[in-house]
């Protein structure tokens, strides 16, 4: 891991400020969700006995043996043969270059794939068999997503619910589950009640606006007002202040650094939020033009091209660097993805238009949906960094590729089978 991107990067406090004022540093970062710089918190209170780079390293590698567990107990509960589950774990998980990659990155892209490998588990295990402890655990590890990246809205909760609605009618437990879907949408938009009280914006990111004018290209019409770019930042840091009549807690230097969490963001990201919407709206076929372009330069390479690189990456990685470069392999990249989407999309129609389906088929569904989510948000969402936010639905490609391969297997052996 390169320790210089712990500080750098956007989505961080400074490490500091979470050492020496951690409590007040959370309450007063309006600019991301707060989880991850919790868990960056609680290691820059580690620091006298272990690094910072240390600690986040270690926390990487163990999501990585937990996004190992997920991967075989999905192969598992859907019946894939012992010798098949050890090559796909081996190829899939153990050999890939992009858990590699993101497990020595600084930043939340390995947790929030993670946090969707445990989702889509507790997915399959509560339709093969209810228990409320999954249910509990899927909301969760879904409200953890919520709290760690700004993409997964407080809203994300209630997909999650719909998701679960063929289950809680044949479990005749709409009240029971309905308090759990609550409970959890409360906890999930805490971040944005603390924001609607100290600074009166209701999101659990103060960057709503600013991203989505820099994803449809707004930003670049109404350039700087729109974009991350903090000209005359101190003008609209007084504009808010007046706003919220200039109470004691807005004189934090925290918000008032010309940084990422300055208070002019809000000012900008608010005064943003609705033309970024009409012009979206104004100019949607010219847009979804220029999404569908970046999604297909997006899946032409593998997920590592990303430009905050770890340590050594590109030294001891010189290989993989140039083939992603390489225009014959990105054809080849992008027909495996297109092959995966298109085989995917055909077997879980056939699941969704049939009357009596399986705990696997409505597994198939739910994965769909929930990948779906994220490529249209990070798409829509986002102008950039789509590679570390396609990384995070890595557990799609891991049950496409898993059930692709099961069944080219499969047709093999019965075509051995029909020969003898």
Known sequence: MDEKWINSLWQHIDIILLKERFISSILFFHAQPPLWNIILGIGSKLDGLISVSFYLSFFNFILTMLILYCSHQILKNLLFKKHQSLIILFLLVICSPSILFYEKFASYAHFTCALLFLIKLNFLKIYKKYKIKYELYIYLFSTFAILTWSAY???????????????????????????????FFILGSLPSLKNKILFDIFANS???????????????????????????????????????KNKEYLNEAFLNDGNFNDLGYIF???SCNKKAKDYLISNFKEISKNKIQRFVSVHAHLSFDFAFKPKNWKKNFSFLEEINQNNIFKIIIFLFFITNYIFYTFISSVALVKKKKSFAEYFL?????????????????????????????????FISISILIKEILSKINNQKLQKW
């Open 365 to 397: 569904i739910i994965n769909l949906f929930l990948y779906s989510y994220l490529i249209i948000v990070s798409f829509y969402g986002s102008t950039w960094e789509q590679e570390r936010m396609r990384y995070s639905g890595y557990s799609f490609i």
């Open 206 to 244: 103060s960057w709503t606006g600013l991203n989505a004018s820099q994803s449809v290209g707004y930003d670049r019409k109404n350039w700087p007002l729109c974009s991350f770019n903090n000209d005359n930042i101190k003008e609209y840091n007084e504009v808010i202040k007046k706003s919220l």
């Open 153 to 183: 809205i407080i809203y994300f909760n209630l997909l999650i619910f719909f998701l679960l609605v063929p289950l809680i009618i044949k479990q005749k437990r709409f009240i029971k589950s309905l308090l759990i879907f609550l409970i």
């Open 268 to 270: 900008k990201s608010k």
